[in-house]
């Protein structure tokens, strides 16, 4: 059969379609980044801290703090020099430690890992910290008035917490604040402390076989006071064991969650 092209003709087949798409843009992923493992305990919310118990099972000693292989996750990239966690990528950061861990090496590292969260701010970083008093001490040089991609939550896990680091950690220049109240172990008054500028409340009970107790109330009260206040509220997991209407129940792990869903007692203004 006869060639119907002439390599001479430039009116070629596929001369008339439309290019090719570029590629699409990688979507964002969430990504636990682990920069140091190890704490030690601080206050009350911690003496049944899931870290502890985790190590418990492998015979690891939780007081030794240790930079993680995970430390420069955020830099990581692909063959193709592509970001491996691309833009837009939100990180939970430093959930086996404390970020503002008191620590001769975590002091040291802290300074590296604010040079990594300021490379990548095409990506968000969430911080939770129960040592929020030794902030001064920990952040970098060119603060400002805070890193628009780094949020700061706060634990205060009883009223004597709440009245300690609350008040303080209003007047902190930090672009983005929440306050957790995880794991809760008495009821809360933080009205005073819900200035505007709080991104939301999140309050939840303790995991483990030996949580101690929250109710249900504690959780209604917490939701009022962010109504009245105006700023979301988020009842994350009822912890394991949970008082409603006199009542205690167990609630596994993988339930606890769902049955915080269930209450429907989340607020978003």
């Known amino acids: 059969m006869p060639n119907p092209y002439d390599e001479n003709d430039q009116a070629f087949l ?6 090719s ?3 699409k ?24 801290c899931y870290v502890y118990r985790g190590d418990e099972k492998w015979g690891r000693d939780s007081r030794v703090v240790q930079k993680t292989a995970q430390f420069n996750m955020p830099l990581e990239r692909y063959a193709n020099g592509a970001y491996k966690n691309p833009s837009g990528s939100l ?26 969260i300021r490379e990548r701010k095409d990506c968000a970083f969430f911080i939770i910290t129960k040592r929020i008093l030794r902030f001064w001490e920990c952040i970098p040089d060119d603060w400002g008035a805070g890193y628009e991609n780094v949020t700061i939550g706060v634990t205060c896990e009883n009223q004597r917490r709440a009245e300690e680091r609350l ?13 957790i109240h995880e794991p809760l172990l008495s009821p809360l008054d933080i009205s005073a402390c819900l200035f505007p500028g709080v991104e939301k409340v999140i309050a939840g009970g303790e995991s483990g076989e030996n949580a101690r107790a929250c109710r249900y109330e504690w959780f209604l009260s917490l939701r009022g006071q962010c109504e009245a206040a ?16 006199g009542k205690l129940y167990n609630i596994p792990r993988r339930l606890q969650r769902v049955q915080a869903d269930k209450a429907g007692v989340n607020y978003t203004p």
């Open 14 to 19: 596929f001369d008339d379609l439309p290019p």
């Open 25 to 48: 843009p990688a979507a964002p992923k969430t990504a636990t980044w682990n920069l140091w493992h190890g704490c030690l305990k601080y206050s009350e919310g911690c003496r049944n």
């Open 91 to 116: 990180f939970w950061t430093c959930f086996s430690s404390d970020f503002f861990l008191a620590d001769s090496g975590a002091d040291k590292w802290r300074q590296e890992a604010w040079r990594i």
């Open 167 to 179: 008040p303080f950690f209003k007047d902190l220049p930090i672009a983005r604040k929440v306050f």
């Open 21 to 23: 798409a570029p590629p």
């Open 230 to 245: 105006g700023i979301p509220f988020v009842f994350k997991q009822t912890g394991a064991r949970f008082i409603k209407d």
